[in-house]
């Protein structure tokens, strides 16, 4: 046998009008006889009243010798594993997929899905109808099932328009088009090896995760332009499974499946066109092409040669466009933006012209700002982790714990200093602060805490059962740990402490040429002049000090420490009461931008068996 055709049904006559129906008999049509049908029907147990029905529509196959198998799920499971049923029985080399709202338009699409299998290993991307205004199906059911019946076409003047699809993170309209599950084709060989769709509870992505795997498999695919197909327009179960496709796709590695670039080239496009391996750095795609556009930009009147200079000295890095937007699309007025740019009009002009025509904002002729830029993290359309508040820091085993406002504070410059953001994997060196747990509600933040306590690790873990933990002593090099776009650090506040955390934190970065920025706190008293030779070496050795925030983390002072003890001695000789003071101090926050480091050198200068002392 050489083409098996597999039909998942649910809830067909409750949802669909009874859409099995008409979609079984648009395969029954077909002008091609050496093919096999099995039905998946997988229905709730108390709708599941139209088995007779389907065994009369059995009969008609069977009439004509067309082999039909129909599998009664005797509970309903996921979409997926109800497929590979209907894989795992089928006999044909080739195997069609086809939902059970999906009524095939032409007679002869099997032949062409035989023709292309001789050279394709997959196809999908069938031109996909819509049936229309909502609720007609459904009412001119048997009617639309008798003009089928008699081959003719009964839904001229009921296709409408294609609703919108949220699968893509480009402007595209997907549901122009099948994905595979919806109408499409697969080579049993290759199913064998993909091991057929994923268990996803709900709705939705199993079939994109099935696309993903063959094509890191094969890649060898074809999209269906000469077929079409009308799928009925119901309602869809709120039960969305894209978050579990988005873990999915980083558990491979990958951050998306670009399938709408692959319906709209007319080429064949390559494995790593389509495939987006994940990296440490995400940003929204439109950010990313603006920032192409202003990289070609100049400011007005000015010399070839200024032109050159102004890019070598003066044009923004993409951290600071990326900034500079965000400061623009938070300004009610061109003055308040201005006003609060940190910028000349040479980087203002050409700006303000990139994000106009990328339609960022709108500016009136008074200066009024519109923003019309609606960002949603593309890989968090769910709803967030859930938020878990957190007390300070056991003291007994974090001698000076900052307080909760300095952690929030942690937290907010993350995301302040990278918006717009679909996903960023973050360095946490060092962590007994436990800024892991806030940051962990964000899915679009990737964090990956390294500690040698294993006490800061338990009780990141038991809060975040997926957050990425390293039990590492930073004395040892770093080995095994995917690097980073930025990393956040608490180190010792001592000179040799120091070093040792940001250079560790260094040797994480993903460098590729462009600006990278991480963020270090660190106390100027307790580091004293030893600040100053930090910032000295660093400087020459490819580091730079971009920003400093004063007075960033306060730090609650300890109970049970001698630190403790002497200030309550000082207290009461000078008649004040111990409770009134409960703060030791605060901390600087540095922000450090590098391109190209100088880790070696840096690592030469480091002396760990001094990592704590204060004296030097």
């Known amino acids: 046998m050489n083409l098996s055709c597999v039909v998942l049904s649910s809830d067909s006559h409750i949802n669909k009008g009874n859409s099995i129906l008409h979609c079984l008999t648009s395969i029954l049509n077909q002008n091609f006889q050496n093919y096999e049908v099995i039905v998946i029907e997988n229905s709730n147990l108390k709708n599941k009243n139209n088995l007779e029905e389907l065994n009369k529509i059995k009969k008609k196959f069977e009439s004509q010798k067309i082999q039909f198998t129909l599998v009664n799920n005797e509970k309903k499971i996921s979409r997926g594993l109800a497929r590979n049923k209907g894989i795992n029985i089928a006999k044909g080399d080739i195997i069609i997929f086809i939902d059970d709202d999906t009524i095939i338009l032409e007679d002869n699409v099997f032949n062409k899905i035989c023709n292309l299998a001789q050279k394709y290993d997959f196809g999908y991307g069938a031109i996909r109808f819509w049936t229309s205004p909502k609720g007609w199906f459904e009412k001119n059911s048997k009617d639309i099932l008798q003009k089928l019946e008699k081959r003719k076409n009964p839904f001229q003047n009921h296709i409408g328009n294609i609703q919108s699809n949220i699968r893509d993170n480009e402007y595209l309209d997907l549901q122009h088009y099948t994905f595979i599950a919806n109408f499409g084709f697969c080579k049993k060989e290759l199913l064998t090896k993909s091991k057929g769709f994923p268990d996803f509870k709900g709705y939705g992505c199993e079939d994109d995760f099935f696309m993903f795997k063959l094509f890191k498999i094969s890649g060898n695919y074809t999209i269906l332009r000469d077929i079409k197909v009308v799928h009925v327009t119901h309602k869809t179960s709120p039960n969305n499974n894209f978050p579990i496709y988005v873990e999915k796709l980083k558990e491979e590695g990958y951050f998306w499946l670009h399938i709408g670039k692959t319906f709209y080239d007319l080429k064949q496009l390559s494995r790593d066109e389509v495939l987006e391996r994940l990296s440490s750095y995400h940003p929204d795609y439109r950010t990313a092409i603006a920032y192409q556009e202003y990289q070609k930009s100049c400011p007005p009147n000015i010399s070839q040669k200024e032109t050159i200079l102004w890019k070598q000295n003066s044009q923004y890095c993409f951290i600071d466009f990326i900034q500079s937007l965000k400061k623009l699309l938070d300004s009610s007025s061109l003055d308040e ?49 859930p938020f878990i508040q957190l007390k300070n820091p056991q003291s007994t085993w974090n001698q000076f714990p900052c307080d909760i406002n300095s952690r929030q504070r942690r937290v907010d410059l993350i995301k302040n200093r990278y918006p717009y953001t679909d996903h960023i994997r973050i360095a946490l060196i060092g962590d007994d602060d436990l800024i892991t747990v806030p940051l962990y509600q964000y899915s679009w933040i990737q964090t990956s805490t390294i500690d040698l306590d294993k006490k800061v690790l338990n009780t990141i873990n038991k809060y975040c059962p997926n957050a990425e933990t390293h039990n590492l002593d930073l004395t040892l090099k770093l080995k095994g740990i995917k690097s980073v776009h930025t990393f956040f650090t608490d180190p010792p506040y001592t000179l040799n402490g120091a070093l040792l955390f940001i250079v560790r934190g260094l040797s994480l970065l993903d460098y590729n040429g462009e600006v990278k ?33 004063v007075n960033f983390s306060q730090y609650c002072l300890p109970e049970k420490y001698p630190e403790r003890k002497r200030a309550n001695i000082f207290l009461i000789e000078n008649n004040i009461r111990p409770k009134s003071v409960s703060y030791s101090s605060s901390s600087n926050l540095y922000i450090f931008r590098t391109i190209s480091p100088n880790i070696q050198a840096l690592e030469s200068l480091i002396d760990t068996k001094q990592i704590y002392n204060h004296l030097l």
């Open 517 to 549: 920025e991480f963020f270090v706190i660190l106390n100027q008293t307790m580091m004293g002049r030893n600040i100053e030779k930090i910032l000295k070496i660093f400087t020459e050795n490819g580091v730079w000090l971009h920003e400093t925030i």
């Open 337 to 385: 933006y201005i006003q609060h740019s940190n910028s000349d009009f040479d980087n203002i002009i050409p700006f303000l012209d990139v994000c106009i025509k990328n339609k960022f904002c709108k500016i009136s002729p008074n200066g009024e700002i519109f923003n019309t830029f609606k960002f949603k993290h593309f890989l968090n359309r769910s709803k967030e982790r």
